[in-house]
Structures are given as structure tokens and as C-alpha cells.
């Protein structure tokens, strides 16, 4: 069920509105591109008057010279007729060149560039008697109508009043020889096209902002609307939740195999274990596991399965859950309290095999203590530096 317009109260978000950028949907002046348009014409035709002015009273005195065989013959009439149209369109053209440009600079002005063929393409729910009614009748619409209305008013009433002021300098046109007639009428013609600008530019301070105000109150969207776009940029949460899951477990579960291969366990006794790996070639013992809580139970479970050696080394192992990452080396910083219980293990290996039946104690290696979350002199930053999150800090269960 489509949302009704009274739902639709929150802003559009840049999505939507760059999809409606590519539908054609843009806030476009037509006022400023009218102001525009006539300030261009106005302000060429005042940079060229006087060359204007010359121009159009040697076309007007050459048109209106002419003999008795010009007269007696049309095809010669057209030809000095077609003559000098060319002539007045060569002059023309780069004004009305100068209009269109100036409205297209100032379309851009007002909405942007934007370049779409979906606006031209056919939408044939506009050919149905009923949507098209209620476009006629919506308050864009009918405030478009208002607008219009209004405009034509004020600038009929500007025509009007214009030419009652200077109604007796307009008829002195008529007594007047040409080429003054010609200066004469082009001071009132610009006189004319100035007031009209001022009404356009008027209009036009009003139209810009109202223009964006419609179309931001045209794409504003509901909280439905809103959730579902989120939907469709970000993805259901979810899905994307049981797909992290997904993702957890199946990483654990890599993991996981990897603890019988390794040399040794370190634990916390109970919140942490770490398990690690070093054969030779390799720079420094890698983490090949690593797990809180129930996951630390279920590394230390399968070590011992596998008879892989297990060393209670709290501080070691606190040190070596905040700052490793599975499959990653050790910190240089911890290579002598590592090579401590790997030399351990390896007494542990040789005991077992020549069949003595005690080894050396199990080490209880120092740690620095800024690597230490529970250490007072612990540095937060090397966790920062490294990118991980700190473990939680808790007491050692002994």
C-alpha cells in the first residue's frame, strides 16, 4: 500500500534525490530563465545601439527605394525581399544566440547541470483521464497557475502603465525624420525591456527558492520509504547478521582444527587461551588459535585431546589475546617470555621421549607490563596502534 502524502514528512535522503536528478527531476526557474534571457538581449542590444541604429536606417532606407522595373517585375521583388530578410537574420541570430545561452546558464544557475533522456520518455500513466486530473488540481499545480497568473497581471499592468507615462513621446515618433525616429524609438524600446526586466528579476527572487521548496516537499519520503531504502543500500540486518554469524563459525571452526598441530596452549586459567605453533623457517611463533570463555574451553578441550601441552601463564596469556591475530606472528616485545614455555615444551617433548618420567617446571614468564590489560602500568595505545579491541578486564581465576 503506497504511503499517502501526510505520511511523508522526513527529508529526502541523497539517494533519492539523485534518483530523482536522473529522472529529470530538478528545481527549475522559469522566471530565471526569462530574467535572463531579456537581461542578455537588453544588455547587447545597449553595448550595440548605436551601430544597431545605423544599420537599421540604411536597411530601412534601402528597402524602401525601389524603380518602376522593380515594381513591374516580382521575381526581382522577392529577390530584394529575400535579401534583405538574410540581411536581418544575420544581425538577429547572435542575439537570439545570446538568449539562449543566458537561459540555459541560468537553468543551470537554478538547478544544476543535468543531462536525462528519461524525461522524454512516453509515460503513458499520464494518458489516464483520472492521474491527470489530479496533477491539475494538486497544490503544485495550482500554485504554478497562481504564479503565472500573477505574472502575466504585473507585467500587463507594467506594459500598460509604461506606455500611458510615455504614450505623447511615442506619438512625436511619427514627426520625427528617420534616423532620430529610429534613436528614439530604441530609448523607449530599452526603456521598456528595462522595467520589464525588473518585474522578471522580481519574480524571479521569489520563483528560485519556492522552486526548490516544491521539489524538496514533492521527494520528501516516509518512515517506511526510509527503512526501505536502508534496506536496499545496507542490507537487510538480519540477513547480514546471520551471514556474520555465518562467517564467525566458520572462521572458529578453521580455527579450531588448527589447535592440534599447535606446539602449546597458554591460558588465563579460564577467560583466555592461545595457542601456538613454531617449526623451523619461521621468523617467530605464530597464533594459530585463540578464544574467550567458552571458546577458551573448547581450545584447552582440544588440546588435551591431542595431547598438546597446556601452561597456566596468566599475564602471558592476557598479553597474547590483546595484542595477536590468528595466523599472525607474536610481538617482538614477547619473544623472550614465548621462548620461555616453547623451551619448556621442548624439555616436555624430550622427557617423554627417553622415558624420564619428570621434567622442569612449568616457567611462569614476565610479561612487560604495558602489554598487560590487568597491569596498572598498562598502555591502551599499543591496542589502538594495532587496531584490536582491548579483551575485558577481568580477575584471573586462579
Avoid at 545597449?46 to 551601430?51: C, N, Q, S
Avoid at 541560468?106 to 499520464?126: C, H, I, Q, R, Y
Avoid at 526501505?228 to 547480514?240: D, F, P, W, Y
Avoid at 621421549?353 to 612449568?362: D, L, N
Wanted: aromatic residues 6%; charged residues 20%; proline residues 7%.
Amino acid at each position: 500500500m503506497a504511503d499517502s502524502a501526510q505520511d511523508r514528512t522526513l527529508p529526502a535522503t541523497p539517494r533519492k534525490i539523485e534518483k530523482a536528478r536522473k529522472d529529470g527531476q530538478v528545481a527549475r526557474s522559469r522566471d530565471l530563465g526569462h530574467f535572463g534571457a531579456l537581461t542578455g538581449m537588453v544588455a547587447l542590444l545597449a553595448a550595440t545601439a548605436p551601430l544597431l541604429n545605423e544599420w537599421l536606417g540604411r536597411m530601412l532606407a534601402e528597402g524602401l527605394r525601389f524603380d518602376a522595373a522593380m515594381v513591374s517585375d516580382p521575381a526581382q521583388m522577392l529577390e530584394r525581399f529575400g535579401d534583405l530578410s538574410l540581411r536581418l537574420l544575420a544581425v538577429l541570430g547572435p542575439l537570439f544566440a545570446v538568449m539562449l545561452l543566458v537561459a540555459l546558464a541560468s537553468g543551470v544557475l537554478s538547478g544544476g547541470w543535468n543531462f536525462t533522456w528519461k524525461a522524454m520518455e512516453p509515460k503513458f500513466d499520464k494518458f489516464n483521464p483520472l492521474t491527470g486530473l489530479g496533477r491539475v488540481f494538486s497544490i503544485d499545480q495550482m500554485t504554478q497557475t497562481l504564479k503565472a497568473s500573477f505574472l502575466a497581471v504585473v507585467i500587463g499592468g507594467a506594459g500598460a502603465f509604461y506606455l500611458w507615462r510615455g504614450w505623447l513621446r511615442h506619438a512625436e515618433l511619427l514627426a520625427m525624420p528617420l534616423p532620430a525616429a529610429l534613436a528614439e524609438g530604441a530609448g523607449l524600446l530599452q526603456g521598456g525591456l528595462l522595467l520589464l526586466c525588473g518585474v522578471l528579476a522580481a519574480f524571479a527572487l521569489v520563483d528560485v527558492p519556492l522552486q526548490r521548496h516544491m521539489l524538496q516537499r514533492r521527494l520528501k519520503m516516509s518512515v517506511v520509504e526510509v527503512k526501505q531504502e536502508h534496506k536496499e543500500t545496507e542490507g537487510n540486518a538480519e540477513v547480514k547478521g546471520r551471514i556474520r554469524a555465518k562467517m564467525r563459525e566458520m572462521a572458529n571452526r578453521r580455527m579450531l582444527a588448527a589447535v592440534p598441530q599447535a606446539d602449546l596452549v597458554v591460558m588465563n586459567p579460564t577467560h583466555y587461551a592461545v595457542a601456538l605453533k613454531y617449526t623451523e623457517g619461521m621468523a617467530a611463533p605464530k597464533v594459530v588459535a585463540k578464544g574467550a570463555d567458552l571458546l577458551a574451553m573448547k581450545i584447552r578441550d582440544l588440546a588435551r585431546e591431542a595431547r598438546v601441552p597446556v601452561l597456566q601463564a596468566p599475564p602471558l596469556a592476557r598479553a597474547l589475546y590483546a595484542h595477536t591475530e590468528v595466523d599472525h606472528e607474536i610481538p617482538a616485545r614477547l619473544f623472550s617470555a614465548v621462548a620461555q614455555v616453547l623451551a619448556w615444551v621442548y624439555q616436555l617433548r624430550d622427557a617423554a621421549a627417553t622415558g624420564r618420567m619428570s621434567a622442569a617446571a612449568a616457567p611462569m614468564p614476565e610479561v612487560p607490563a604495558d602489554l598487560d590489560p590487568l597491569n596498572p602500568a598498562y598502555d591502551p595505545a599499543l591496542k589502538r596502534k594495532a587496531g584490536r579491541a582491548a579483551p575485558p578486564r577481568r580477575e584471573p581465576e586462579l
